[in-house]
Every structure is written in C-alpha cells, then in structure tokens.
C-alpha cells in the first residue's frame, strides 16, 4: 500500500554534517506525526531512541542529546521529512529509522517505518 524510503546515510567525521530523508509514497490520505528514531550498536530494537518528531502542523520535540544540533522539517506536498544533522559525535553513530503515521485511503490509520540507514561518525 505505502513505502517509506530513507536515503542521506554514510560514513562522517566528527563534527561533520549530514542529511537524511524520508519519502512516503503510496495509497495515502494524510500523514500525522513523522519522526526519526535511531538503533545504537548493539542496542535491541525495544531500545531505538526517539530522536525527533514533527506533526503535521509543524511543532517540533527533540531527544535532549541532539538539542540544537539536529533539525527536523517537513515538506507535506511530498510527503517527506528530513533531519538535518550538525556537529555529530561518535555517539550518533547508529541505525536511523524514518516513522510516520499514515492514513490511508481507505481511512485505515498506520504506524510505518522505513528499512532504516546507517549513520556512521568517526572520531
């Protein structure tokens, strides 16, 4: 019915910057909330940490450990969010996922996640 398609992972140094996006397409009426979550090495994913969220009228939450660094926004023509990420540290290294919560056409209402991207941040 729907996808989510992450891309902008890879390999950074310390302090370095990246970009990650997420595309939602499919059989989709509206999206909620969306937000990206990250899994740190060797955590289970019971343990993905909330990094940031945003609704679809724009309010914003962070993780306190990526308070004015990170940055989430959203473009709702495309369906896509995006985390704009500054002065990384090692310990963002992680798996991060892309969230979004998706009605349907058929008025059915989804918890989705992409297949996740590797952010990688080398000291």
């Known amino acids: 019915q729907f996808h989510l398609f992450e891309s902008g992972g890879g390999l950074v140094h310390a302090w370095g910057s990246l970009r990650l996006s997420c595309a939602a397409s499919?059989?989709?009426?509206?999206?909620?909330?969306m937000a990206w979550y990250r899994q740190a090495p060797g955590k289970q994913r019971e343990q993905r940490e909330r990094?940031?969220?945003?609704?679809?009228?724009?309010?914003?939450n962070y993780a306190d450990s990526v308070k004015g660094r990170f940055t989430i926004s959203r473009d709702n023509a495309k369906n896509t969010v995006y985390l704009h990420s500054n002065s990384l540290k090692p310990e963002d290294t992680a798996v991060y996922y892309c969230?979004?919560?998706?009605?349907?056409?058929?008025?059915?209402?989804?918890?989705?996640w992409g297949q996740g991207t590797q952010v990688t941040v080398s000291s």
């Open positions: 499919g059989s989709i009426f509206s999206i909620n909330a």
């Open positions: 990094v940031a969220i945003i609704n679809s009228g724009g309010t914003t």
């Open positions: 969230y979004a919560r998706i009605t349907t056409i058929q008025r059915f209402t989804y918890d989705s």
